[in-house]
């Protein structure tokens, strides 16, 4: 009887929906070849399966972690895109101001935004 209640239940949409999340940052970075990074205190294992790759994972209190990170996806001719949480836009686009790295932020689905970021030219 359990099981036949829940068959007829509907999947819920929240801001946590994963799937949502992954496909509203393809359509944000079009076609190009980007590394994404992940500003947040916990780990999206959902994202991770979603996207099919192991997600690099900064913690907004590691954040001079993300220049370098950044810099090694130039390196590797990827574009960076780091998707983060609206309350650590501020401390995320100091860093990468910092290293003079360009920024453009895209809302995206569910509350979180996505900064892709453009080396800035000599």
Known sequence: MALKALSGTSVVSSPHYMKRLSASIDKAVAARSFQLLVVYDKKLNGLAFYKNEILDHINPSMSDQLSEKVIA??????????????????????VLRLSEIHIT??????????????????
Do not use: M
């Open 105 to 122: 932020a895209k809302d995206l689905y569910g509350g979180w935004l996505l900064i892709t970021c453009e080396q800035r030219s000599q």
């Open 73 to 94: 996806a130039f390196r590797n001719g990827k574009t960076p895109a780091v998707l983060l949480r609206a309350g650590n836009v501020g401390l995320v686009s100091d």
